[in-house]
C-alpha cells in the first residue's frame, strides 16, 4: 500500500527542476486568481455611503442565514414556522439589506405584509 501512494506521489512530481522563469510565471498566475477572486467577492458586497449594504449571491445567502438564526426559524409576528425572509423597508425603495431590516416571516405573515402594503 506504502509503495503504492509513493508511486503516486512520485508520479505527481515533475520530472526536472522547475525553472525560475516557470516559477514567476505560475506565482503571477495565481496572483492574478487571487485578485479576480477578490473582485468577485467585492461585486457581492456593496456598502453605500450611509452604510447601507447591497448584497448579491453568496453575500446576501449568508446574510438571509442570519436573519433565519436570529428569529430562530419562527415568524416574528405569530410565532410559527417562518421560512421567509422580509425587507421591513422594500429592497427595491431602501437598497438596504442589513440585518436589522430584515425579518423571518410564515408565508401568510409575509403575504399579509404585502397584502397591506398595496393598499
Do not use: W
Request: with cysteine.
Amino acid at each position: 500500500m506504502a509503495d503504492l501512494q509513493l508511486t503516486k506521489v512520485t508520479e505527481s512530481l515533475p520530472p526536472q527542476p522547475l525553472d525560475p522563469v516557470d516559477i514567476v510565471r505560475e506565482t503571477l498566475r495565481i496572483e492574478r486568481e487571487c485578485c479576480r477572486a477578490i473582485e468577485r467577492q467585492r461585486a457581492c458586497v456593496q456598502i453605500l455611503a450611509d452604510g447601507r449594504e447591497i448584497l448579491r449571491g453568496d453575500a446576501y445567502r449568508a446574510r438571509r442565514q442570519e436573519a433565519l438564526e436570529r428569529d430562530q426559524h419562527r415568524c416574528v409576528r405569530c410565532g410559527s414556522c417562518g421560512l421567509q425572509v422580509h425587507h421591513r423597508v422594500k429592497r427595491s425603495v431602501a437598497r438596504d439589506d442589513r440585518l436589522q431590516n430584515l425579518e423571518t416571516l410564515c408565508e401568510r405573515c409575509h403575504d399579509n405584509e404585502h397584502d397591506t402594503a398595496v393598499q
